[in-house]
């Protein structure tokens, strides 16, 4: 297999290999926390702080970690970000730290983390690992705002508390809602799948139109 | 497969690797008690480092809210519900987490105002906390802010953001039943939120318990204060405003003047 460039490493998870929105990894924050673009861009902050930390380390201290127990070497590790980042959170944020509540605590069973730790960091260099794991915490934050976007406007009626519509908009309360949550994610995946899919179409048909040329 | 012939040509063919230990056990924990130790020590340096902010913070939220409920007082005291009733000083020994608090609040020209009182109970999803103004004498409520709650975001939430229900509790006179929308008929009636009325019924369930299991012993605390300042003013009429210090002789006096 062909060595990835480092560009490459930081561009792959923004998008292309999106942990949310292609592997389809992270659901728990994603659906339960995206009611709102506050409460969605600091679990997507969070998250990016946890994994750039841990990656960070794991690349780091690879050498030293036996084969045998890395899966709990790495999760002390997660765990340790998860629990500063929790405390960083209530002491700047308490009010989004309250309506987060128990997820930024579940961060530690994140498995876009654990995944980049084992799939990535484990095998490749201090500054790869960052450059991976900045890719896929961008990802996860982008996943994240589209999420909290789309439930806010719709849910509320507003964008980070700011209200657009004007009083005769009545909010359709199901978006905020936990079945919201998921009407939302399949409607993403399901225009991201199209895209995908047309564009496909496109090049096949651009190709065969290239051959009878 | 369990032939016996199977089992031995195989065994014959592939010799079974020797089970070896790549690492030692001794390795394994040791990496895992260093992490662990190293992580402990992390955590302890961020729990310092953000304590103060935390901690800060929940005083003044709660600051706030007194102030809130209270409109506004000049300044509060903190007391203390015991077994035996309601103190300003804690039982030797005793530490301050572990009593229910009240609050009680003065304007600028030190008139009390009511106490604050806290309210728990069980809501739509989970425990509802309330903190309200009260005024035990004449059992009305002054106003109330809800402290923290997991109603239902857009529907029961509207206990905290929907301001037309928080303010119908300023002034009212407890115990309070809860109505439909639009039927309000006493005085001492709240109308539910549509599309929250189990919410909203918490709110006015707790207020009503908590009411009922404070409001005595507010006023046997009232009553004891009231003793003291009469008795006070008549044995030193210059002491006008009541001082902790003056109030805890003239309390030793009452004492040893009872029979």
Same mark, same amino acid.
């Given at each position: 297999?062909?060595?990835?460039? +480092? ?9 292309? @290999? ?30 990016? +702080? ?70 990535? +960091? ?47 908009? @009545? ?24 895209? @995908? ?8 048909? +651009? ?7 | &497969? ?36 190293? =992580? ?50 804690? *039982? ?15 304007? =600028? ?10 309210? &728990? ?31 239902? *975001? ?37 109308? &539910? ?26 006023? =046997? ?39």
């Amino acid at each position: 297999m062909r060595k990835s460039t +480092a560009q490459e490493d930081l561009l792959r998870g923004i998008w292309r @290999e999106n942990p949310v929105l292609v592997q389809v990894l992270g659901l728990c924050p994603t659906l339960a926390v995206t009611n709102t673009v506050e409460n969605s861009l600091v679990m997507g902050i969070a998250t990016f +702080a946890v994994l750039l930390g841990s990656s960070f380390f794991v690349s780091l201290f690879k050498r030293f970690i036996p084969n045998e127990i890395r899966i709990s070497v790495y999760i002390l590790i997660i765990a340790t970000f998860v629990t500063v980042a929790e405390m960083c959170l209530e002491a700047l944020v308490p009010e989004v730290h309250k309506a987060l509540g128990a997820f930024i605590a579940l961060i530690v069973v994140n498995c876009i983390i654990l995944g980049r730790q084992e799939a990535f +960091a484990a095998k490749n260099t201090v500054w790869r690992s960052v450059l991976d794991a900045i890719g896929s915490g961008l990802g996860f934050i982008l996943a994240m705002l589209m999420m909290g976007s789309l439930r806010e406007v719709i849910g509320y009626g507003t964008f980070l508390g700011i209200p657009l519509f004007g009083d005769s908009y @009545e909010p359709w309360v199901v978006m905020i809602l936990p079945p919201g949550g998921f009407l939302t994610l399949g409607v993403i995946l399901l225009t991201l799948g199209y895209v @995908e899919e047309r564009r496909r179409a496109n090049r096949v048909s +651009a190709m065969s139109a290239q051959e009878r040329a | &497969m369990s032939d016996p012939a199977t089992l031995h040509d195989t065994a014959h063919a592939v010799p079974p690797p020797p089970l070896t230990q790549d690492v030692s056990t001794v390795k394994l924990v040791f990496t895992l008690v260093f992490a662990g130790v190293i =992580a402990g020590v992390l955590l302890v340096f961020a729990f310092h480092a953000t304590l103060p902010a935390i901690e800060a913070h929940k005083a003044e939220v709660l600051r706030a809210a007194i102030g809130e409920v209270l409109k506004g007082p000049a300044r509060y005291e903190t007391l203390y519900v015991l077994p035996e009733g309601i103190s300003a000083t804690l *039982p030797s020994g005793a530490r301050e987490k572990d009593f229910e608090k009240v609050f009680y609040g003065f304007d =600028a020209q030190d008139t009390p105002i009511g106490f604050a009182l806290v309210a &728990m109970g069980p809501g739509f999803q989970d425990q509802i906390k309330l903190i309200f103004g009260f005024d035990p004498r004449a059992g009305r409520l002054l106003g109330i802010k809800v402290l923290e709650s997991k109603e239902t *975001p857009g529907l029961g939430d509207k206990i905290e953001k929907d301001a037309s229900f928080r303010t119908q509790f300023e002034g009212i006179a407890a115990p309070l039943l809860g109505v439909k929308k639009g039927e309000k008929s006493a005085e001492n009636e709240i109308e &539910m939120i549509t599309g929250a009325t189990i919410s909203s019924r918490a709110v006015v369930r707790n207020l009503n318990q908590a009411v009922t299991r404070l409001q005595p012993l507010l006023l =046997a605390y009232l009553d004891a204060q009231a003793k003291v300042g009469t008795t006070q003013e008549e044995s030193n009429p210059k002491a006008t405003a009541s001082t902790p210090n003056r109030v805890v002789p003239v309390d030793a006096d009452l004492r040893s003047a009872a029979p």
